[in-house]
């Protein structure tokens, strides 16, 4: 290792040293501050970039086995036009639709099995089974059904998505009190007013952990099923066709858009529920 190999690695270590004495002291001291909740985050997700950049440049790594930060933003920025084709075939069309598809049948259908012994003793373990089988199995025969461009990336979605917000809404319409229930039977309200005015709402923080776990998934299942089939753009057929080429810099650039939209994606359901169900307990400080 040369001179400026290692003091690319030292300097980037003792950035790290630094910077998690501050963030063990911020933690400590001034964590009641809102601006310092956000600065302790930003400033470990920017330690570990230098701390990678460090590492790369100190030890000499190869960029076909893991390409610097720096090396990766500069991909990134003047790949924009390919980035934001992929995103919007992959997150917007494929990821988007069959996320709101599969969350809204699942609702409905847990009302239905709600409503109906029937359905709770038949439909539940079959979705148990549909919900163990691997999605790399899955994809391709929705592929071959639906066709390559994004209705088959939406339906792997639905499929991912359904489970999850199924047994979080079942669960959530079960979770009301006895005495409520029979204040609600001494009022002679209909299973329909008894489902709007007292058992959806108290279903919403469930529903919520469902739609938030599906977030992810959402983006998982729309990614992979690209893998199996896709027309000329798309975050999964992107890396894919970088991966056989050795651009592992525009690989990691889609990893990244895909972190981003995940994490917006998930922020934005959290703010919604936390809108929706401003009186539960969990949404208090």
């Known amino acids: 290792m040369s001179w400026a190999s290692g003091s690319w690695a030292a300097g980037a270590l003792l950035f790290w040293l630094a910077a998690w004495a501050f ?7 001034w964590s009641h501050l809102a601006a310092v909740r956000l600065l302790i985050p930003a400033l470990f997700g920017v330690t570990l970039l230098v701390l990678w950049e460090g590492m790369v440049r100190g ?23 390919i980035l934001w084709g992929d995103f ?17 049948a699942a609702v409905l259908v847990a009302i239905a ?10 439909l539940l373990p079959v979705g148990n089974f549909i919900a163990a089988l691997p999605i790399v199995g899955i994809a391709p025969i929705l592929v071959m059904w639906f066709g390559f461009d994004w209705q088959s990336k939406a339906a792997v979605v639905v499929v991912m998505v359904f489970f999850p917000v199924l047994v979080n809404m079942v669960a959530g319409l079960k979770a009301t009190d006895p005495l409520q229930r029979d204040l609600m039977a001494t009022y002679s309200a209909s299973y329909g007013q008894a489902l709007v005015k007292m058992r959806l709402p108290a279903a919403m923080p469930f529903l919520f952990n469902g ?12 990614i992979v ?4 089939g896709s027309p000329t753009r798309g975050m999964g ?6 991966v056989g080429q050795l651009d592992l810099a525009l690989v ?4 990244a858009v895909a972190a981003l939209a995940g994490s917006g994606f998930y922020g934005l359901v959290a703010l919604v529920e936390r809108g929706v169900t401003f009186w539960h307990p969990s949404q208090r400080r």
């Open 88 to 104: 919007t075939q992959t997150i917007v069309k494929g990821a988007l639709s069959g996320y709101l598809m599969g969350c809204g």
């Open 211 to 222: 739609l938030k776990i599906a977030t992810t998934l959402a983006l998982i299942g729309a």
């Open 252 to 255: 990691w650039a889609e990893i």
């Open 59 to 81: 030890f000499a790594v190869s960029p076909v086995i893991l390409p610097a930060p720096s090396v990766i933003g500069a991909r990134f920025a003047e790949s924009l036009p």
């Open 113 to 122: 099995i709600d409503r109906s012994p029937f359905l709770q003793r038949g």
């Open 237 to 242: 057929f992107r890396i894919s066709t970088a």
């Open 23 to 29: 963030n063990s002291l911020a933690s400590a001291r």
């Open 225 to 228: 099923a690209e893998f199996f």
